[in-house]
Structure formats: C-alpha cells, structure tokens
C-alpha cells in the first residue's frame, strides 16, 4: 500500500502542479471554474490516498504518533483557515471558539491533530448547505502535566439516525458503509479520525440532531490526551 500511494501520489502532485500554473494564466471565468474544480477533485483524491495508507497503518500496528511541542491555537486556526476555503462556496458561518484556560503550547502530534480536524468538519461542511459549523475547544482536565483537551463540533446539516451515525464513524469499515449511494460523500476520513482520536487516549461519540436548529445537524464530541509544554 506504501508503495502504491507513493506511486499514484506523483502523478496527481503533478496535475495539482499544472493547475496551479493554469491558473496564473489569463483563463475566462468558465475555463477557471474547470480549472478550480480539477485540483479539488485531485485534492480529494491525493486525501482518499493518504487516508487509507494511515488507516492500513493503523490495522497492522505500524502507526506511530509524534511528541513535539507547538502552538495549539495556531494549529487550530490553520485548520478552520482551510475550512473556510470550502465552506465559502456556501451559506454556512463558521464559528471557532478557543476557551482562554487552554494552554498555548502543548506536547503531542500536531500532523495527526490537524488531521482530525479536517476530516470531521470537511465531513460537517458536505452535509452543511445552509446555517453554521460550530468549533469549540475546552480544558477538560490538567493533572501534574497531564492534559485532557475536549472538543465539539456543531452543525445545521443533514441528521442521521443511529445506524448510519454507526456506520459513519464506526471504528471499521464494511461493503454496507461504503456502498455507493448518489447524496454519500463520506469517505474513510471520519473512521480514520476516531481511529486516531483513539490512539491520542481519547474517545469519540456522534449524535444527531446537533442540538442547534431544531431536528437538524450532527454532534461530533471527541478528546484527546496531551502534555503541558
């Protein structure tokens, strides 16, 4: 699977390339809309990649988490910079909400925090059409260096019930969770990211509705075990 990432990921870091320099030329509107939406699909593409080399690491034990010191607020804020790149094609508002008592600077993996993030709100932003994604992160606990982070994550898009909440962010993945269905846009990324949540000493859990409008949106509550820096 290493391998075969590696071989698929050359060519498509070459069509991300190419549409870059596309897009320095002077294209009409309807020739960079096609240019825009080639490198997100090549974007997605390379995701799916990576997402399943780290979900066969994880299967066979291979994965390793980094321990180096950064800035958690930065981290954060990269993540719902990026967010917003594809949120603002709609009429969503996304809000993130840092509680003063959390640390600056903590001790853990940032690469697999960033992608913990990324993956559960790009799956809240394919659901959200209209409405807002709502991000909050709290100190749960502080003990002699030990740290508890908890996050939230809100939307008003579409509910599910229990079943496909299960199947969603199961902890495996079956031919019934991937069967292809035409408004299905979920991927490995959601598993992967309770994957980690897990490996960081954590626990995730998902309800619907999300509490913020009525009988809609999902509720995504995970943690994450830390070190104070």
Same mark, same amino acid.
């Given at each position: ?18 549409? #870059?320099? /596309?897009? !320095?030329?002077?294209? &009409? +509107? ?6 825009? =939406? ?6 997605? /593409? ?9 979900? &066969?690491?994880?299967?066979? *034990? !291979?994965?390793?988490?980094? @321990?180096?010191?950064?800035? /958690? ?15 603002? #094609?709609? +009429?969503? $508002? ?10 600056? &600077? ?11 993030? &990324?993956? =559960? ?39 599910? #019930?229990?079943?496909?909440? !299960?199947?969603?962010?199961? #902890?495996?993945?079956?031919? +019934?969770? !991937? ?7 979920? *991927?490995? *990324? ?6 980690? $949540? ?8 998902? @309800? ?5 409008? *009525? ?9 994450? $075990?830390?070190?104070?820096?």
């Amino acid at each position: 699977l290493a391998r075969m990432s590696y071989e698929i990921r050359t060519p498509l870091n070459g069509i991300i390339g190419m549409t #870059d320099i /596309l897009n !320095k030329q002077n294209l &009409s +509107e309807e020739v960079n809309e096609i240019v825009v =939406l080639l490198r997100r699909s090549t974007e997605v /593409l390379l995701n799916i990649i990576n997402d399943i080399l780290d979900f &066969s690491k994880i299967e066979t *034990g !291979k994965m390793i988490l980094d @321990e180096i010191p950064f800035n /958690l607020r930065e981290e954060i804020n990269y993540c719902t910079e990026l967010a917003n790149t594809y949120i603002s #094609d709609n +009429e969503v $508002v996304f809000s993130c909400t840092v509680d003063d008592n959390v640390p600056e &600077s903590i001790i853990a993996d940032p690469y697999r925090l960033r992608q913990i993030l &990324s993956n =559960l709100i790009n799956h809240s932003a394919t659901y959200t059409q209209t409405g807002e994604i709502r991000l909050t992160c709290k100190l749960k606990s502080n003990n002699s260096g030990i740290i508890t982070l908890g996050f939230e994550l809100l939307d008003t898009g579409l509910s599910f #019930d229990k079943a496909s909440l !299960k199947k969603i962010f199961g #902890d495996f993945v079956n031919i +019934e969770s !991937k069967a292809v269905k035409s408004n299905d846009e979920s *991927g490995f *990324g959601t598993i992967l990211a309770r994957q980690l $949540v897990e490996m960081m000493g954590g626990e995730l859990t998902s @309800e619907s509705p999300s509490g913020l409008s *009525g009988e809609l949106g999902t509720k995504v509550v995970f943690s994450i $075990v830390v070190y104070s820096n």
